[in-house]
């Protein structure tokens, strides 16, 4: 399942966790764990989501506060 | 034991076999494991440490049904791989203690995590009862866990429990007892992994024989080297000859891909064992997410939602901003003024000029527009605070991979929506050097929220009742502009290379008013401070340009400036006050409002009645093209500067968009002219 996922992510493209699960027919807290195996193991890497990178910005005031939930990209 | 307390026993009962049954509890952290564990040890507890490691070693005895126990609770993990001293410690003491039972705890609530540690569990040699806890949590949440279908398909036995209510517990203990004593069959289904791979797995199993150190399972240690573990590994690289390591090592760096299709089969394994056991019916929050998000996330559907919400945001913005932003003007610009006027006329000219025209006429002209800021900002916040705004940034995301962008760029370019300043910096996630630059010269073309502002404070005045459907327009252009500059950009410098992008929309739910009110109250002062001071000082810079050397507008250094550059911007439709109001809002975005404030010094008729009366439509709509185009202002120029550490690309990026703004604002000015002025 695990390979079936990194297929589909190395086609690319922008993928909603649910949307993974229903291709795989399984459960989306199973395609967080396996997205979280796969960023252990080095495909994949969280995205640091604005909650995070703007508590450090000294301009998070002027910007309009952005929670796009998890987020991962795929390494190159 | 008493049959009341489930299973706490403070006085130890006679022991009937000759040593205490060893039981080790395994799970992850948090799935209730250290409940159980006091709940069945109460005070004979010993707590020290691991030897060698400062990992605390908690280990207790009971008594039940006249069986003594010995119990160990292990170090949580979520899996035996050796990641950690925590997952290596309990391996190593399944592996050689080898307790007479290990009891998995698992959560109920959320099955898949703990499933994995079962999957890795149930291979070693030794019997495994799973017991599935917080029953009452997954129930409350809607989940429901069938434990027989469960059982039947793990083949171990599964106990339903809720540590913390000491539910379960006695009978958790009776199946123990039937495991170690081998009076209940046990037959555990085992994760598989792929054929092709476990052939090399036997190859593997073949090649260690005779050699695996006691007391490990052969297999177990094939799968482990075919896994990459780093400890076994090491293990058999030294207890294997040289020339048979060779061997071993080649077919393991020929099948690399192995540790994925260990960990996939494992997954498959979860997959089926959660599939057969738990329904979560998609009630609530979770029914509604799905539901709206068939239609909010749906590519085609999804944009025009976007489009949609965007077009009423502007359109509350003017129908109950505007009113009052033109109230505001007349009544306390104008009204400031006059007074500011009057009280100074016996002071020098060049003072009432400064306070009245100057500073209540620029500062006070972006002011006026606070109020149609703070709506947009009420707007954006509930948008963000109900979870649409992740599905706008999903929509956009998946339109940017269409016209051939970056995936890690959107983020960035997202929150140049606010500002462009903190997009830039925002960069620094995307690694590839490429892509980060074209991010970088993308994100000024991002309408920021001073841009919009000008927008929504000149658009009414011309345009009327069309005025949203103008602004509106002028986001399309600048997103029109977005793609197209991509797309050329992306062909020039990537030859359109893709990457995947995956992200976890949040639940829908009802907005948090405080969160909202934080959120605009947090915008608005940062507004009102650039107001006190970058626009103050801006203002009063051109009051003095437009009043030196003589005191008359039209023959002053600013005007000489603008005439200057009048046969460019007539081009365009822009007489000299124009091009010097847009040359002003390099310095920040909101000067082009100050500089004709200063610039028609605001009466009682109102800087934007003042504007109408004197531009034509065509004029106002290119000047609004240009502007929503034009060069960055100098703080994202510095930002620019600051991450590129190139002052070619830092002038490339304002050539780029000073081409881009003035070729639009030509095309506008000359198609609106034709087109009916």
Known sequence: MLDRLLEILKAGGTHRVSDLARALDTTPELVEMMLEALSRAGYVKPVATCAETCSACSLADSCIPTQPGKAWTVNP | ?677
């Not at chain 2, 290596?88 to 080898?98: C, H, K």
């Not at chain 2, 048979?244 to 192995?258: K, M």
């Not at chain 2, 997103?479 to 359109?496: C, D, V, W």
Request: proline fraction near 6%; charged fraction near 15%; include cysteine.
């Open chain 2, 1 to 677: 034991m008493s049959p009341s307390a489930p299973v706490r026993e403070t006085t130890v009962a006679p022991l009937v076999q000759e040593r205490p049954l060893l039981v080790a509890l395994a799970g992850q952290p948090n799935v209730g494991k250290s409940t159980l564990f006091n709940l069945l040890t109460g005070l004979h507890q010993r707590v020290g440490n691991w030897p060698g490691k400062t990992v605390e070693r908690k280990e207790g005895y009971f008594t039940f049904n006249n069986v003594s126990y010995r119990v160990v609770d292990l170090p949580g993990t979520y899996s035996l791989t050796a990641n950690s001293p925590e997952e290596l410690i309990a391996r190593e003491f399944i592996l050689r203690e080898r307790p007479d039972v290990v009891v998995a705890v698992v959560d109920a609530a959320t099955l898949e995590r703990s499933l994995y540690l079962v999957a890795e569990l149930l291979p070693l040699p030794v019997p495994v009862v799973v017991a599935l806890n917080m029953m009452d949590v997954a129930r409350q949440e809607g989940i429901r866990v069938e434990p027989e279908v469960l059982q039947a398909a793990l083949g171990v036995p599964v106990v339903p429990m809720s540590a913390t209510r000491g539910v379960g517990v006695q009978e958790l203990l009776r199946t123990v007892e039937r495991i170690a004593r081998g009076d209940t069959p046990y037959a555990p289904r085992l994760p598989q992994i792929r054929l092709d791979h476990q052939e090399v797995l036997e190859v593997i199993s073949e090649q260690v024989a005779g050699y695996v150190p006691e007391p490990y399972p052969r297999d177990w240690v094939a799968l482990k080297l075919l896994e990459g573990d780093p400890e076994v590994t090491q293990m058999m690289s030294a207890a294997l000859p040289p020339d048979r390591w060779e061997e071993v090592r080649a077919i393991l760096s020929a099948h690399d891909d192995a540790q994925v299709a260990v960990a996939s089969g494992r997954y498959e394994w979860i997959g089926r064992m959660v599939r057969a056991a738990v329904t979560r019916p998609r009630i609530g929050q979770i029914g509604l997410t799905e539901r709206l998000d068939r239609w909010a996330t749906h590519p085609l559907w999804g944009l025009v939602i976007l489009g949609g919400i965007l077009g009423a945001v502007f359109w509350l913005t003017y129908t109950v901003g505007a009113p009052i932003q033109s109230l505001l003007e007349t009544y306390l610009v104008g009204t400031l003024a006059e007074g500011a006027r009057n009280l100074l006329s016996g002071a020098p000219t060049w003072v009432s000029g400064l306070l009245a025209d100057g500073i209540i006429g620029g500062v006070g002209a972006v002011l006026t527009f606070l109020p149609i800021l703070v709506i947009f900002f009420i707007a954006m916040a509930f948008l963000e605070d109900v979870g649409y705004m992740a599905r706008a940034a999903y929509v956009i995301d998946r339109f940017m991979h269409f016209i051939g962008l970056h995936g890690k760029s959107f983020l960035p370019l997202f929150l140049g929506f606010g500002c462009n300043v903190p997009a830039i910096l925002g960069t620094r996630v995307i690694e590839s050097h490429r892509a980060r630059l074209l991010t970088i010269l993308l994100a000024p073309i991002v309408p920021c929220t001073a841009r919009m502002a000008i927008v929504v404070f000149l658009a009414p005045p011309f345009f009327g009742p069309t005025a949203p459907l103008v602004a509106w327009g002028l986001i399309l252009v600048s997103m029109g502009a977005l793609a197209l500059t991509g797309i050329a950009l992306n062909r020039l410098l990537f030859q359109g290379r893709q990457s995947a992008f995956i992200m976890e929309l949040p639940l829908y739910h009802l907005p948090n008013w405080r969160t909202i009110g934080l959120s605009v109250w947090r915008q608005s002062w940062a507004f009102v401070q650039r107001a006190g001071t970058v626009i103050l000082v801006v203002s009063v810079l051109i009051w003095a340009l437009s009043s030196l050397p003589g005191g008359e507008i039209e023959r002053s250094y600013l005007a000489q400036l603008g005439k200057s550059l009048e046969s460019a911007g007539r081009l365009m439709g822009l007489d000299w006050r124009l091009t010097v109001a847009l040359l002003s809002s390099f310095i920040a975005k909101e000067n082009s409002i100050a500089t004709l404030g200063v610039l028609f010094s605001t009466g009682e008729e109102g800087l934007a009645n003042l504007l109408a009366a004197t531009y034509s439509s065509a004029t106002a709509l290119a000047f609004l093209v240009v502007q929503i185009l034009f060069i960055p202002c100098v703080a994202t120029v510095a930002a620019i500067r600051q991450e590129t550490h190139s002052w070619r690309w830092t002038a490339f990026s304002i050539g780029l968009l000073l081409a881009i703004s003035l070729v639009a604002g030509m095309v506008t000015f000359q198609v609106a002219v034709l087109v009916g002025g």
